[in-house]
């Protein structure tokens, strides 16, 4: 399936309130051509509430969206030629798979072989051709989910808005769905705009992050850039673990876990000594949970490079290397 998307949405000055409490709060925000961009943050963060006046659902107070240099703030939901992706999939069960992937195309009157052109397409790149004539009370929910992101591309959307949609799945069909997610990504390269709360999805799927809370864009960047460089200690805790640690000299050092290495004597004045509370073996690494100076220290290693005899309560040195603390 051939698709070409050359579509910019550009953000400015962003601003919607419900009642008193303001959801975003001066969002400025461009995302380019074929870019997969994910709305990272917490509940109540303001990731949904933007998804919604991307898509037409909510009208922003004040601020512009444009694609291309065409403003979307007046127009029409079904005019602005974008796709939708939801948690609860919203398939019509009356419909079968090719009915349900078939009907935005319906709705803009296209000649019945083209329709049939495209559906069969679009069933082609989710691997769904098999299912045209079930329903969706005969799929599994990865089967749905699938379905739903045939209908959302099938229309060729300026932008494809994804709002959680696997948050319904358990850990390992999400975990295939995020793989089937990329790949279609890459065939299709259309410019995507995906709301997670989940870090590692985030990480897995996106070409940039843009983390969110309370409303504001606190940092936007890559997935290296976010969790390397992060702007201050939120953006910090929300990639990923991280230690803020206050050492016996006074100095105060952000580290995260894998960056340690561990040793059964002190070597160098980079280092701490930690009284181990807990070895949790996670199969290919190990993590583990210590305390110094009253502080609990989180670190990771690889299972094959521990000592096999060390155990709780004893103590060990972690020691890092100067180029592996995050400047805050």
């Known amino acids: 399936m051939t698709q070409t ?39 109540g963060s303001g990731k949904t509430t933007l998804l919604r006046v991307i898509a037409g659902f909510e009208s922003p ?11 979307l703030n007046s127009l029409p939901i079904a005019n602005r030629n974008i796709g939708m992706v939801f948690q609860n999939y919203a398939l019509f ?5 090719r009915e349900n992937v078939a009907f935005g195309l319906e709705m803009q009157k296209l000649k019945k072989i083209d329709i049939n052109t495209r559906v069969n397409e679009a069933l082609k790149l989710v691997d769904l051709r098999n299912e045209a004539t079930r329903f969706p009370n005969q799929l599994s929910g990865g089967q749905q989910q699938r379905v739903a992101l045939a209908r959302a591309i099938v229309i060729k959307p300026s932008l494809l808005l994804m709002d959680e949609p696997l948050g319904a799945l358990d850990k390992n069909l999400r975990k ?21 709360h989940d870090q590692e999805e985030a990480m897995y799927l996106s070409d940039r992050i843009v983390l969110l809370d309370q409303g504001k864009i606190i940092q936007s960047g890559t997935c290296k850039e976010l969790y390397s ?3 201050n200690r939120m953006v910090a805790n929300f990639l990923g673990e991280c230690n803020f640690i206050k ?35 996670l199969g290919s690494y190990t993590k583990l949970i210590g305390s110094y100076n009253q502080q609990e220290i989180t670190a990771t290693f690889r299972s ?22 995050i400047n805050l």
Do not use: W
């Open 176 to 196: 295939e769905m995020q793989a089937q997610i990329k790949e279609l990504h890459k065939n299709i390269n259309a410019t995507i705009i995906y709301v997670t």
């Open 5 to 43: 998307f050359k579509n910019t949405l550009t953000i400015k000055n962003l601003e919607k309130s419900f009642n008193d409490v303001m959801a975003l709060n001066d969002i400025s925000l461009e995302v380019q051509e074929g870019e997969f961009c994910s709305l990272l943050g917490a509940s």
């Open 61 to 71: 107070d004040k601020g512009s969206l444009e694609i291309n240099g065409r403003n």
């Open 229 to 231: 460089s992060p702007k």
């Open 93 to 97: 069960p009356h419909m079968s798979v």
């Open 247 to 281: 050492l016996e000299d006074g100095r105060n050092i952000t580290i995260r876990p894998e960056s340690f290495a561990v040793l059964d004597r002190k070597t160098s004045e980079n280092g701490i000594e930690v009284t181990i509370k807990d070895l949790v073996f």
């Open 304 to 325: 094959s490079d521990l000592n096999p005899n060390i155990r709780k309560l004893d103590k060990v040195h972690l020691i890092f290397n100067k180029e592996c603390l």
